[in-house]
């Protein structure tokens, strides 16, 4: 049995019988693999903190013939959101969850996985939480090539610069005029201005963009508005922290 050693984000656990658990994982060389962590389950000691949603690991597993489960050897811990503190974790979760349903399986998907990557390490250096769920959720759509375009009003070609309006059943941004009055998100000029910040800088420079929370909370909306209407339902953490921040 070939034993391969990887560097991979945690996407999620779930328990298979009494003590062992199966452990989705986002590796950053062979896409998406989900894996046995024997006694995982029944004790904390062997994976110690590694097993955590967005935890990045190095991971040794084992691939076995005619199996579509590796078997995890041991994970050393790089990088942890349980070090963030706060809301992390629950963030942390949403950003996993996310990860888990676009990476298909056995696909390596690098792009992703360094988004991943790079968004925890924000969450490490103290990145607001907020701007970094719009941010992540931006670049998540942006790599599948379903963002709407933000620079031109898709019915009339006006200039976007001056705000837009989500609309609920095409999904693009429409300029003030196009839409239709009462329907769709309000996304303000300020929220763009954010996102053509968030196209050149690294989430970890994302401290230093001057954005309101307002904007940010508007952009929020129109954010669930795409997810949903990409994932068929709200992702499940989302709610969670709708609950945490009405
Ligand atoms: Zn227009």
């Not at 590796?70 to 992390?88: F, H, I, K, M, Y």
């Not at 979760?93 to 390596?108: K, Q, R």
């Not at 998540?140 to 059943?169: I, K, N, W």
């Not at 940010?216 to 709610?239: F, I, K, N």
């Amino acid at each position: 049995m070939p034993l391969h050693s990887s560097e991979a984000l945690v996407l999620r656990t779930y328990r298979l019988g009494e003590s062992d658990l199966i452990v989705v994982m986002l590796t950053r060389d062979r896409g998406k693999k989900r894996g046995v962590a024997k006694g995982g389950a029944r004790s904390r000691k062997r994976f110690g903190g590694a097993l955590e949603p967005l935890t990045h690991v190095r991971m040794a597993y084992q691939e076995r013939e005619q199996r579509e489960l590796v078997r995890l050897q041991d994970a050393d811990v790089l990088g942890s959101p349980l070090t963030a503190g706060g809301e992390a974790c629950t963030y942390a979760s949403y950003f996993a969850e996310l990860l888990d349903e676009w990476a298909p399986d056995n696909d390596p998907q690098e792009r992703l996985y360094r988004l991943g990557v790079a968004v925890l390490e924000a969450m490490r250096v103290g990145v607001g939480a907020e701007r970094l769920a719009r941010y992540f959720e931006y670049w998540l759509l942006r790599l599948q090539g379903v963002y709407p375009s933000t620079h031109a009003c898709p019915q009339c070609g006006a200039s976007l610069q001056g705000g837009a309006v989500l609309e609920p059943r095409s999904h693009w941004f429409l300029c003030r005029q196009c839409a239709s009055h009462g329907q769709g998100v309000s996304v303000p000029a300020a929220a763009l201005q954010f996102l053509a910040e968030a196209a050149h800088v690294a989430p970890a420079a994302l401290g230093g963009v001057n954005v309101s929370s307002e904007a940010l909370g508007q952009l929020a909306a129109a954010h669930r508005l795409l997810l949903v209407w990409h994932l068929d339902r709200e992702p499940r953490a989302a709610r969670v922290l709708r609950e945490i921040n009405p």
